[in-house]
């Protein structure tokens, strides 16, 4: 059992940056892939940013490409999603997700999830 909570969202305006981080609880956080899902308004979630169990390899969706980074700190059963140029098509709830392997993570099947953080970016 793992349980998520995000933290760091908030307003911003556009071309600014955000780290958002998520803290994990259980004992079995270092064997899971964890990942940054987002909604927006309207819209069905979306895969934003994932990476393996040990952080050696990433994924990220094609429109944060160069802007987004993630990494983890599994001596802290954290996560963390570095922000940078935030655009107002950012703006949704991030949620925090942890699932046994990286893609599926990237598939958003199973596993975690939080319950999400205000990410707003304003033009």
């Known amino acids: 059992q793992v349980q998520l909570v995000e933290s760091g969202g908030g307003l911003v305006q556009a071309g600014g940056s955000l780290r958002l981080s998520c803290a994990a609880s259980?004992?079995?956080?270092?064997?899971?892939?964890m990942g940054w899902f987002r909604q927006a308004v309207g819209k069905e979630r979306e895969f934003v940013a994932g990476?393996?169990?040990?952080?050696?390899?990433?994924d990220y969706a094609d429109s944060v490409k160069g802007r987004f980074t993630i990494s983890r700190d599994n001596a802290k059963n954290m996560v963390y999603l570095q922000m940078n140029s935030l655009k107002p098509e950012d703006t949704a709830v991030y949620y925090c997700?942890?699932?046994?392997?990286?893609?599926?993570?990237?598939?958003?099947?199973?596993?975690?999830w939080g319950q999400g953080t205000q990410v707003t970016v304003s033009s």
């Open positions: 259980g004992r079995t956080f270092s064997s899971y892939a």
């Open positions: 990476i393996s169990w040990r952080g050696g390899s990433t």
């Open positions: 997700v942890a699932a046994p392997f990286l893609l599926t993570v990237v598939a958003g099947t199973g596993g975690y």
